[in-house]
């Protein structure tokens, strides 16, 4: 007889998002995105953090104080992070992600022919960033899916 509490692909993915996330230096929140094919192929990684060069030792890591002075202007998201990552062409593709994607990153799953948006968290729902994202994947018609059906808690010691 076969397992039956195996992991879901959803499930799975989800999970691999979250390890993805555990690279991320922020301090206050950690994002994990992958881009998965029509063949459950993971394609491509992504996570938060400064672009290539971008020391982050050197840059700030805070969130209040003048803006040029926080992390927002430099950090790139996990969303661009995974598609500037991916070696091939992503139409079709689903991306998984553990925070709902800001209005920057939905304008570039969309541009990029994602087909469907995965998501564990959505903390940010009440911000106008996640209410314009959620906006322009109604008008673009791409699906978004909360996958909370269990509990990802993923522990590395
Ligand atoms: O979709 C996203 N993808 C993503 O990587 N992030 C990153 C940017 C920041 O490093 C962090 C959000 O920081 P904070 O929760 O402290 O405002 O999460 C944030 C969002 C949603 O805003
Ligand atoms: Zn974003």
Redesign the pocket.
Known sequence: MKREDFLSWEQFFMTVAKVCAMR?K?P????G?ILVNNLNQIISTG??GFPRGVDDDKFPWS?EGEWIDT??PY??????NAIVSARTNLTDCDVY?T????NE?TKIIIQAGIKKVFYLED??KD?N??KASKKMLDAAQIEYKQINDFNVKVSIN
């Not at 950090?75 to 661009?80: G, T």
């Not at 925070?99 to 800001?102: K, M, N, T, V, Y």
């Open positions: 991320s922020d206050s929140t950690q994002v995105a996570y938060n969130r992390k927002y950090v790139a998201h996990a969303e661009l992600v925070l709902f994607p800001c990153c903390k940010y911000s960033e996640v």
